[in-house]
């Protein structure tokens, strides 16, 4: 499979004013950040908040500019020009995390769904209308021709997403950007929810960009993951790869968090420490060493993404069994 998206050593700092006659502070919400999405492939993006994981999906679609580094589509750079934004916005479609943030609550369901076919001046009315239906019925809510005309507050939380997805998928997109989308859902409705972006990414070979702090639904859903910790990408690799034998210290402890307990590990120290030293800059040298178990000295000097295998990089200068 070829690439369809590449990005290449993407920062973004953002300055936090001080208060109170505090110095301000610098925030590298993504920090040298690069990797690569293949045609058809599900990359889950995942770490704590705070990461950086939606500050690079904003990045890709150009919502906030990078302070520097690239954003390749079709091998194309994407920069500002206005045929390029054109070009990603329309092919790369998001879906958010609060459906009733993402959609005017005023308007109805119809016009939600046909708004990008009309920004990008596709088709004519009945053609949008025509296409509205189809993705309606993709997305299983039905019947279409009558969810067309209620609004959002007329529908569930679960009915809501649908409706955000459905509009994602109005301008057949090559790649989806899904930021947390089941986790403002009830666990019953997690499930459906999944199965069918699945199936529709499956159906039409979308790319997609699956960001989450959930290792469960991560896992069912990805074929890669890269796992952030301060705007760097501390482990990427095949998903089983990296969640059956992770190499980093946080990714051990993500998956420690969501793991039954075992009884044959009650001796072995794996958890993140509670208290954070306070006179350490976290970015110089490697920035989980202030809450890392197995911290040594070189731990002061940044370590680099090594090779385990070609489907698995991590970068810890300890090397875990």
Do not use: W
Not at 102 to 122: F, T, W, Y
Not at 184 to 189: G, N, P, Y
Not at 201 to 225: E, M, P, V
């Amino acid at each position: 499979m070829s690439d369809i998206l590449k990005v290449e050593h993407l920062k973004k700092y953002f300055t936090k004013k001080g208060m109170f006659g505090l110095k301000s502070t610098t925030v590298r919400a993504t920090d040298d950040v690069s990797f690569s999405l293949k045609k058809g492939e599900v990359l889950v993006l995942a770490g704590e908040s705070g990461s950086g994981k939606s500050t690079i999906a904003k990045l890709i679609l150009k919502s906030i500019q990078p302070d520097s580094g690239k954003i390749v589509f079709e091998d194309q750079e994407i920069d500002n020009e206005k045929k390029n934004l054109e070009k990603i916005r329309m092919n790369c479609q998001m879906i958010h995390q609060d459906p009733y943030d993402s959609i005017n609550p005023r308007m109805k369901i119809g016009d939600i769904v046909s708004e990008p076919l009309e920004i990008h001046k596709i088709g004519n009315k009945q053609d949008r209308s025509k296409r509205v239906i189809e993705v309606l019925r993709e997305v299983k809510l039905e019947p279409a021709e009558e969810i067309v005309k209620r609004y959002p507050h007329m529908l569930s939380g679960g009915q809501r997403q649908r409706v955000v997805l459905a509009r994602a998928l109005a301008l057949k997109p090559k790649v989806i950007l899904a930021d947390e989308p089941v986790s403002m859902l009830d666990v019953s409705i997690r499930a459906e929810m999944l199965e069918l972006m699945q199936e529709l990414q499956k159906k039409y070979n979308i790319s997609f960009i699956y960001i989450t702090h959930d290792l469960a639904t991560a896992r069912y859903f990805g074929q890669r993951i890269g796992i952030l910790y301060m705007g760097k990408i501390v482990e990427i690799g095949a998903i089983n790869q990296v969640l059956t034998n992770p190499k980093h210290p946080y990714t051990q402890a993500l998956i420690d968090a969501i793991s039954e307990p075992d009884p044959n590990n009650l001796h072995k120290e794996r958890r993140i420490r509670i208290n954070d030293p306070t006179d350490i800059d976290v970015y110089q040298g490697c920035r989980f060493r202030a809450r890392c178990p197995y911290v040594i000295d070189k731990c002061r000097k940044e370590p680099n993404l090594e090779m385990i295998n070609e489907e698995h990089y991590f970068a810890c200068h300890v090397k875990l069994d």
